[in-house]
């Protein structure tokens, strides 16, 4: 049996993924690839891309001497470090530069283009799980579809 406890990982995905959802909810007409993009510059992005989010999420299990809430099981080192190395992944593959999103051509740029496939391979992240632990109550997007 795939346990159904979400990884500490798996975090920063399911927000992503219920920010795009929350978006396409108040536009029905988006397709997924509308949806990330309104996404791109939002506040929770902006939280996700500077950081602050990893930031925050560490100094809490950190307040908590890194036991688990649920489970009152010590947050194995690892998962720690890797916590780090999203961190650090996440806020170059999301780096924000104001006003830069097309070209003329119409056509994104390079970082912008970066920054969505980082997000649309976290939506599929979190579809995959959700489809290894049999939730699939909470796949939205049909991203992995």
């Not at 927000?15 to 791109?40: G, Q, W």
């Not at 036991?67 to 780090?84: A, G, N």
Request: a positive charge.
């Amino acid at each position: 049996m795939v346990s159904k406890e979400k990884p500490y990982i798996l975090l920063v995905a399911e927000l992503i993924y219920l920010e795009v959802c929350k978006i396409k909810k108040l536009n029905p007409d988006f397709s997924n690839i509308n949806a990330i993009e309104a996404f791109i510059g939002s506040d929770v992005y902006k939280n996700i891309s500077s950081g602050k989010f990893h930031d925050d999420l560490i100094k809490k299990l950190e307040k908590n001497n890194f036991l688990d809430i649920k489970t009152k099981k010590k947050i194995p080192e690892e998962t720690i470090k890797l916590l780090h190395i999203q961190k650090d992944l996440t806020t170059k593959q999301l780096i924000q530069f104001p006003n830069l999103y097309y070209a003329k051509s119409h056509f994104p740029l390079e970082i912008s283009q970066r920054a969505f496939d980082h997000l649309w391979r976290m939506c599929e992240s979190y579809e995959l799980w959700c489809k290894e632990t049999k939730q699939l109550n909470l796949i939205v997007l049909n991203i992995t579809d």
